[in-house]
């Protein structure tokens, strides 16, 4: 099973309004991932999480704020956000194990439109 | 950083037709990742090669990395309808000292048409 599951699947917010995106993954991986994409372009790295604990933000403005209550949770908080963020979100999970190959695996996507 | 350059940028083919993908690296590759996506949709693994020289496949879609590690295709023979879509190629961001920092190229469109 390799599933990484995320809701919501749209999500339509006002520049004043507070949301979170939710990602979901029970196959025991240690990483997960945020990735923000835009139309036509390919996805671009956020935010890292290794053992529930913040490895790498990408200069990420702070208006997003990622959390990982559980290794098998990973949230993203916003808040303010700008008609410029509207994009689809794309979670990852891979197992960080030394042992075999790091692939990630990706959820279907939170397409979110800021109005 | 890595920068991953693929071409063709899009490729309209006959269903039964083969074609070629192709992912050049500036720097040495050490981990290449072959993903498809549908518009608007996540990113499907297909295909992970590391060692120079290395070949993989899955059903009709074969993977190279060549000796020199710095360019990787992907061909699909007798391509299929469901073949369509985004084809993203993606590999360590730093050359392997970045652990999980994925950079893609620009993609390549597929369409297929019956």
């Known amino acids: 099973d390799t599933e990484v599951t995320q809701t919501p699947k749209h999500l339509v917010m006002g520049m004043t309004n507070k949301k979170s995106l939710k990602c979901e993954q029970h196959m025991g991986h240690r990483a997960m991932y945020w990735y923000k994409q835009k139309a036509k372009k390919p996805p671009e790295l956020m935010f890292v999480y290794s053992y529930e604990k913040l490895s790498i933000n990408e200069s990420v403005p702070s208006r997003f704020s990622p959390e990982c209550p559980n290794s098998s949770l990973l949230n993203l908080h916003l808040h303010a956000l700008q008609p410029e963020d509207s994009a689809l979100y794309l979670c990852?999970?891979?197992?960080?194990?030394?042992?075999?190959?790091?692939?990630?695996?990706f959820g279907p996507g939170t397409r979110l439109t800021v109005l | 950083s890595q920068e991953l350059e693929q071409s063709p940028q899009s490729l309209i083919v006959q269903e039964g037709k083969n074609l070629t993908i192709n992912c050049t690296s500036s720097k040495t590759l050490y981990g290449l990742y072959w993903y498809k996506q549908k518009y608007g949709e996540g990113l499907i693994f297909l295909m992970m090669?590391?060692?120079?020289?290395e070949e993989k496949s899955h059903e009709k879609i074969t993977a190279k990395l060549d000796e020199k590690k710095q360019q990787s295709s992907l061909h699909i023979t007798a391509s299929q309808p469901s073949h369509a879509g985004i084809y993203l190629c993606g590999a360590d961001k730093a050359g392997g000292t970045s652990y999980g920092k994925l950079t893609f190229g620009q993609g390549t469109i597929l369409t297929v048409h019956p």
């Open positions: 990852a999970s891979s197992p960080q194990d030394r042992r075999v190959p790091d692939t990630q695996y």
């Open positions: 090669l590391q060692k120079g020289g």
